[in-house]
């Protein structure tokens, strides 16, 4: 049964081989359809969720108000915490498709589609493990046939493996719960990720690039043209969230070529001065206009508050314990994290002298080695902790994770041992081949095993998780009946449905050894059930139970408006008020300041009039009277109402 099967795939791939057609146009497939489902599926189907989002789509439509694309505003006051990149997707978004939840998120959205989408190019070019035994080519003594044989077996397990990184690497970029979650939020997180990933992804791809007898025309190489891009995506990551777009990647390849110790060739061939050019001129303009109009207070806002101190101290209360990003990488890249470990030390990065002799086409793993490293290790080192800050690391554990599963799932080369133990013995120098050993799993203790039995052990505890979950849920003011929603949903059980049954294939695949290079697809699998039947319809879930009233009573309070009359907010801060009545909200924290505030207005001009958003349960705390104020509407945990002539 094992030949037979082996057979078949062998057969097939060879097919596919000989026309590359089908193998592209199967990937084009491919790539739309998972960029559909992880992206752009109910992407504008709910409301914007406090407490960001709304900010970011608020100052990005102040935009399109004002026609000032240099400050952005929120609320009538500027709001420097991010540089204008994605208010101006935003924008131009809101003046192609009108002012809706889709225009908010389709810049997050394209960001992670334009990852996906180049790393499954990478990994087509270059996603084998380090593979000396790929440029060695077998004795020469050998017969022609034998040696011809060797040399096309080699050339078509190749093939397969590049197919299969990209197919899975694509997947894996796609689909992890981090990635999947910020790239349906209209913030600027995932857009860092997206041109940061890009950017390194087109350094590696110049980097990779044979080299060429110079050409006279500017950027006529395609090693250039690559590093071009580089050039143009590190402006756009600057100006997606500041120096951070520019400063991570010079962490990260600037350890990398040290390592390597190729640095010089490296920068020689990067032309730092023209790319650094290119930078300034695309990333500063702004940055210079706007410190013209407000200077300290952006440079203070800017750089002060939201970079220096976001790294030296905590800021908003969001400080965290060292390891806090091993559980974020843990929980946001699952069930894929179960197998990082290996993934990561079957690079075998302490073999430098391996490393520095082999090819650069092959180092695209011990690259994304140091792209993980780097961004975890520099926001590790950072006070202030956020989930989000580890997002542009996700797409190199995607590569590390595809190279182990391609070379681990290559059964032909596997199985029948062509590069490992065997084939090398006796068609190649009569010795066994040592660098393999990086590439192939070892025959005796397999390491994946213990990664699989870590992963059965996660899945478990995911499904207990989601199982017990909303019954551990805390009071939720903005939605009291929420815990008992979700209980009434049965999306817990389903959801627990779906993870039990992963562990039990998961846990089959581990009985059957010959079944192990199946697991990644079964963790696939599961998670693209649990998007669809659990996650999807709890989004809707929440929306309905905390967004919704909030909306509803938006609308009321835009169609009821009079002319100069304001608008009011009690007791908490919810900024998507502020878009979708499209008007400015005055927030009071406590119910006598904003009476206060009131009857001080009234004193001025009798006739105002307020609208009032507050919680129902708060109303009897401002000790108005049944005939002081006009009830407007109620939703939710929230109630509108309309207060006349206080002062009276």
Known sequence: MKLKVDRIATTWWKAWQQQPTIAWAFSVIWLLLISWLAFLWHLGSTGLVDETEPLFAEAARQMTV????????????????????????????????????????????????????????????YGVCRPAALTQLPNSQLDGKVRNKYILEKITNLQQQLWLSAWIGSALIAFNPLTIVWARIGVSDMLLSGCMGCALLSFFLGYAQPEQVKEKTLFSRAKDRWYLAFYILIALAILAKGPVGIVLPAIIIGAFVLYLGNGWDVLREMRPVRGLIIILTLALPWYILVTIAHRDDYLESFFGYHNFERFTGIVNGHGAPWYFYFLVVLVGFAPWSSYLPIAITRIRFWQRKRWQSAPRSTHLGLFALFWFTGIFGFFTIAVTKLPSYVLPLMPAAAILLALLWSDYGNSYAREMGRWGDGEMGRWGDGEKDKSNLVCLPSRTVDPILFSGIFNLILLVVIAAVIFYGSQLLGYDPAAPNLSELLQRSGLPLRGCLIWGATAILTGVLLWRRRWWRWLWSV????????????????????????????????????????????LIMIGFEKPSVVFYTQKPVNYFSRQRKAMAHIKKVTLKKPQSSFVILLKSEELKETKLQPNEYINLGSAGAYKLIRVVNKAD
């Open 66 to 125: 004002t026609g000032d694309w240099i400050t952005p505003y929120f609320n009538d006051d500027t709001r420097f915490d991010k540089p204008p990149l994605v208010y101006w997707l935003m924008a131009i978004g809101y003046k192609l498709i009108g002012v809706n939840e889709w225009a908010v998120r389709l810049p997050s959205a394209m960001a992670a589609i334009a990852l996906t989408v180049l790393g499954f190019y990478t990994l087509r070019s």
């Open 523 to 566: 963790n696939l699998v599961g998670l693209i059930a649990f998007l669809i039947l659990v996650l999807m319809p709890l989004v809707f879930l929440m929306d309905e139970a905390r967004q919704l009233p909030l909306r509803q009573l938006s609308a009321i309070a835009t169609q009821v408006e009079q002319p100069g009359e304001e």
